[in-house]
């Protein structure tokens, strides 16, 4: 398995865009996670899945952010309406049910809205 | 709410032994991880602590006691390769909530 996977590895936007970003996790992993990472700042919880279902949302999510995995394999962060302060480092994450608390990153999409 | 407090920054030199604390205040609380990450890598996992205690994993170990909402990251025979940041992260059962992160430098 070659690890977590995201596309893509940059993203440069105009204030206003809609964008999405896909995430391909390790295979075997039922647990998907979205988190967003700003410059000297840990990860952020955005959202995660189990299998097809999206168990939780941060309260902190805008509604303009949606995120799907229809098949409980990939998964797609879409982001409509983009902000400045949008841009940051998006951060995917597999893991199975039993070892939530030893994730697997993949290497992020930075977004940068302009 | 929900808080983690970790060292915003640590420096030590190659060789030496440098414990990096973790405090927490969450809602649910399941055990408490550590994650190293490089300069423009993604983070990656080191150790895990669900219960009291000190968890060795070769130059590695953390300890956790939940009564004080406390853990460390001790890390002994710094490496130049150390440098990097450092987090703490709450499992909260379903999620990790991360600290702010502790950046370390190992100097020559």
């Known amino acids: 398995d070659t690890g977590v996977s995201q596309d893509p590895r940059h993203k440069i936007t105009k204030r206003g865009q809609n964008v999405t970003f896909r995430c391909d996790p390790i295979s075997e992993h039922n647990r998907l996670y979205w988190y967003r990472q700003t410059l000297g700042q840990g990860p952020e919880f955005l959202t995660y899945f189990q299998n097809e279902a999206q168990l939780e949302k941060s309260r902190l999510l805008s509604d303009r952010f949606s995120a799907e995995r229809p098949k409980g394999s990939f998964s797609t962060l879409e982001i409509q309406r983009t902000e400045q302060g949008d841009s940051a480092m998006y951060l995917c994450?597999?893991?199975?049910?039993?070892?939530?608390?030893?994730?697997?990153f993949g290497p992020g999409t930075r977004l940068t809205v302009t | 709410g929900q808080s983690l407090e970790q060292p915003s920054e640590v420096t030590a030199v190659e060789g030496a032994i440098v414990q990096i604390n973790c405090t927490y205040q969450t809602s649910g609380f399941y055990g408490l991880s550590w994650y190293q990450q490089h300069d423009g890598g993604a983070p990656t996992f080191l150790s895990y602590?669900?219960?009291?205690g000190l968890e060795e994993t070769g130059r590695f170990s953390s300890f956790l006691s939940r009564s004080d909402s406390y853990g460390y990251l001790l890390l002994q025979e710094l490496q130049m390769k150390d440098s990097a940041s450092y987090f703490c992260?709450?499992?909260?059962?379903?999620?990790?909530?991360f600290g702010q992160g502790t950046e370390l430098s190992v100097k020559p």
């Open positions: 992260a709450v499992n909260q059962g379903g999620k990790l909530i």
């Open positions: 602590n669900a219960l009291d």
């Open positions: 994450a597999s893991t199975q049910v039993g070892d939530l608390y030893e994730q697997y």
